[in-house]
């Protein structure tokens, strides 16, 4: 195949073969970033040759990357940095601390020049907040322990590698000037940008966005053209645009329309950050990827395996107990689209080759499929890996358990689940007279539930050692309301081992599972649709009688 002269046809190739491509990733459960990478190599010039280097696509390209930058920044609002903990801030910077020094020796051992070899460890460091945080969204864990702790140790990555994207801006403006003549212009033009965007986010940006509310569609109009403005602002006074892009989303930040900008923009971000990736793909030739496959396999195990084991270890160290750690390290098993997009600004830097670009995108590829599944299997592989893991396991895990339990040890009925369903399960076993100790993995949950006067404590259902730490001895029932088969095995088998001969209530949102539930030795299936609906039906009967009566 030949590249289409209409760049309007060839856009059409390039949507439609990653439309079909994304189908496949994702019925692989697989990010789409895999699915357009793989979709750019195979129509750029080394395979069908649809895709040629255009003017068109790398604008494209460069407004997703403005966008990208636009929303981190958004969503580093100055209060939650605040609020991040020490557990997220040493964690994630000892995770980068031990993968930027260890990567950097292996990539000088695989034979790369020292530039290229502070690139490369540089990539390895970063973890995908997009893949990770939509992952943990799907499995329902973004509000647990361990998922906050990893989207805590995240935005502790963005906020590196915006540095290193300003260290790398400022190595390339300055590399030819004499005697820092440069390097003084670049950073009063710096200096006196971020004073302009202080006093606008402070005195301008409030209320505006506050006028422009009044139209959605306006504010978001205003948002991109504030982020792409600010971008080409960024580049004419040698900050680059990406650090433009980037400190314009912190000066909406604080406005109380961040969370309605951030979430219309994300469509618009993955659209444009296709041409990116494509056009990264397009730019990658099939021989340099093969000559790479050495390299790309030593660096992908360093990133899977080095990495988890670094957080698994810090965070031991700072009171977690090893299931949580291990759960929390597995986010982090694979390489960022920020680490792509330093490799692509390597190249037009000149500091890197074509070869170490495709090394880091093959790395990429690699280490997000493989730890996607990771992810999505990280409890089954704890129960396998559990005896090998348990030399990280400490004896009193004092950080989950400190303010995260409260409450008698003796109660008469223990509460797995605090969310809608299974916190009005609670309140009204509670207004019967019962002592009830809810449990949650959310920490905001169990909060609540302590405020409000309940005995609390903080544990995952599907943690094979939580009844180790639970008065099962004078409960007579343990209810589950997480409505999930696995969990539902899981909790009976671990209740059993530990000697439980109380009585077992679990949920089930179908009759189908509740039988499965029920074979598994369950004394009480909740239903709670299917209750919800009888009840809705009787009260509809009962008013419809009445109607009849009356007339």
């Not at 760049?7 to 699915?35: C, E």
């Not at 990280?378 to 396991?393: D, Q």
């Not at 007279?433 to 599907?462: C, I, K, M, N, T």
């Not at 539902?488 to 499965?516: E, K, N």
């Amino acid at each position: 195949m030949t590249a289409f002269a209409d760049i309007f046809a060839q856009l059409a190739v390039v949507l439609a073969f990653s439309a079909a491509a994304g189908a496949v990733a994702l019925a692989l459960r697989q990010p789409l970033i895999v699915a357009f990478i793989f979709s750019g190599v195979l129509l750029g010039p080394a395979a069908l040759g649809v895709v040629v280097a255009s003017d068109e696509i790398d604008l494209l390209a460069r407004i997703g990357i403005s966008v990208l930058l636009f929303v981190v920044g958004l969503r580093l609002d100055p209060e939650l940095v605040r609020s991040l903990g020490p557990v997220a801030l040493a964690t994630g910077l000892g995770q980068v601390a031990f993968t930027a020094t260890i990567g950097y020796a292996l990539a000088l051992l695989l034979g790369l020049s020292g530039m290229q070899a502070l690139y490369v460890a540089v990539a390895l460091t970063f973890s995908s907040t997009i893949i990770i945080v939509k992952l943990l969204s799907d499995k329902r864990e973004i509000d647990s322990l361990h998922g906050r702790i990893a989207v805590g140790m995240l935005i502790v990555q963005d906020v590196l590698v915006i540095i290193a994207m300003i260290g790398l801006n400022a190595l390339a403006a300055t590399g030819a000037a004499p005697d820092g003549e440069r390097l003084a212009e670049v950073l009063l033009g710096g200096a006196a940008f971020v004073a302009v965007l202080w006093a606008a986010a402070r005195w301008v940006l409030p209320p505006l966005t506050h006028r422009l509310a009044g139209s959605q569609e306006l504010l978001v109009l205003f948002a991109v053209a504030w982020a792409v403005s600010l971008a080409a602002l960024g580049e004419g006074v040698g900050v680059s645009k990406e650090i433009g892009a980037f400190l314009a989303g912190i000066s909406l930040a604080t406005t109380h329309y961040r969370e309605a900008i951030g979430a219309r923009l994300v469509g618009l971000r993955d659209f444009l950050l296709l041409f990116f990736f494509v056009d990264l793909g397009a730019r990658i030739e099939l021989g340099v990827l093969g000559a790479q496959i050495g390299p790309a396999v030593a660096l992908s195990a360093f990133v899977l395996l080095g990495n988890p084991l670094i957080v698994i270890a810090i965070m031991g160290f700072l009171g977690y107990r090893a299931r949580t750690s291990f759960l929390a390290g597995l986010t982090v098993a694979q390489i960022s689209e920020f680490s792509l997009i330093l490799a692509a600004l390597g190249l037009a830097l000149g500091h890197v080759t074509d070869e170490t670009l495709g090394l880091i995108t093959l790395v990429g590829m690699v280490t997000i499929g493989a730890s996607t599944y990771m992810i999505l299997y990280s409890h089954v592989l704890y129960e396998r890996l559990a005896p090998v893991l348990h030399v990280f396991e400490r004896v009193k895990p004092y950080r989950e358990h400190m303010a995260e339990t409260t409450g008698p040890a003796r109660v008469d009925v223990v509460l797995l689940g605090l969310g809608r369903y299974g916190g009005n399960v609670g309140r009204a076993l509670r207004e019967e007279g019962l002592v009830v100790l809810g449990v949650d993995f959310d920490p905001h949950s169990v909060r609540r539930w302590s405020e409000g006067g309940g005995a609390s404590q903080y544990g995952d259902a599907e943690d094979p050692e939580l009844p180790a730490s639970l008065p099962l001895g004078t409960a007579k029932w343990v209810v589950c309301t997480v409505p999930d088969p696995h969990v539902a095995t899981v909790l009976v088998q671990s209740l059993r081992q530990h000697g439980y001969a109380g009585r077992i209530a679990l949920t089930a949102h179908s009759r189908a599972a509740a039988r499965g539930m029920e074979a598994l030795g369950a004394d009480l299936v909740l239903l709670p649709f299917v209750d919800a609906a009888n009840e809705a039906a009787d009260e509809l009967v009962a008013r419809l009688r009445e109607q009849g009566a009356a007339r």
